[in-house]
């Protein structure tokens, strides 16, 4: 079983549509959890970071961690065209290690 | 946030020659720093953990003696990719998390995509 379960998609919403994104995970010692974004042939840059359970708001985007399901979202409102990107969830422990989901792909269409 | 600049970013080498890649922290210093290697489509595969002054820990499967790391400084890690193949065209990135208490988020550098013909 892998660590951190994502669905890859593709995932294709209209512009202004709810997009949710999810993760699942097997290691109850997950404590913090990040979503990343990545636009082609780019590094991932930080979207959000949470530590341990509850809800992140940050713009048009709120991260939930529910570590008694183990299962994190990622939730844009009002979905722009430039959203369109793969989305990464990722999450470590006490160490410095890093935990990948496999990355979705979105594609937000005007 | 914190700034990783990796260079460069992107490369196109011949058959049997040698790429290095570099990775610098940028605002912060950074004892370790970590090296992926990502394929189309698919997520960040860790290759290696680079640790200033000290060996690098690498993954099962991945070649030691082929993707050698150098942690030299506080702020920079190089990745050499050595005596390259077509097979080791992909995407590699480095990523660093400044060194406050725990494990804290990670910054990525832009990546370099190495082509190998």
């Known amino acids: 079983q892998k660590e951190v379960e994502q669905d890859p998609g593709p995932l294709s919403v209209p512009e202004g549509a709810i997009v949710s994104l999810n993760c699942t995970y097997s290691?109850?010692?997950?404590?913090?959890f990040m979503w990343y974004r990545q636009y082609s042939r780019k590094g991932p840059e930080l979207l959000m970071y949470t530590y341990s359970s509850g809800n992140k708001e940050d713009g048009r985007f709120t991260a939930q961690v529910d570590k008694s399901s183990k299962y994190i979202s990622l939730f844009i409102r009002d979905s722009q065209p430039s959203d369109s990107a793969t989305y990464l969830c990722a999450m470590s422990g006490t160490g410095n290690q890093f935990y990948f989901g496999t990355g979705t792909s979105l594609t937000v269409i005007p | 946030g914190a700034v990783v600049s990796q260079h460069p970013s992107r490369v196109i080498c011949k058959s049997g020659t040698s790429v290095k890649i570099e990775c610098r922290s940028l605002d912060f210093q950074a004892t370790t720093m970590f090296w992926y290697r990502q394929f189309p489509k698919q997520s960040l595969m860790l290759m290696a953990t680079?640790?200033?002054?000290?060996?690098?820990?690498?993954e099962q499967g991945v070649e030691k003696d082929k993707f050698l790391i150098n942690h030299a400084s506080l702020t920079l890690s190089t990745l050499t990719v050595t005596s390259a193949h077509p097979e080791d065209s992909s995407f590699y990135i480095c990523s660093a998390s400044p060194p406050v208490g725990a494990a804290t988020e990670a910054f990525f550098g832009q990546g370099t995509r190495l082509t190998v013909v």
């Open positions: 680079s640790n200033e002054g000290s060996k690098a820990t690498y």
């Open positions: 290691n109850s010692a997950f404590q913090y």
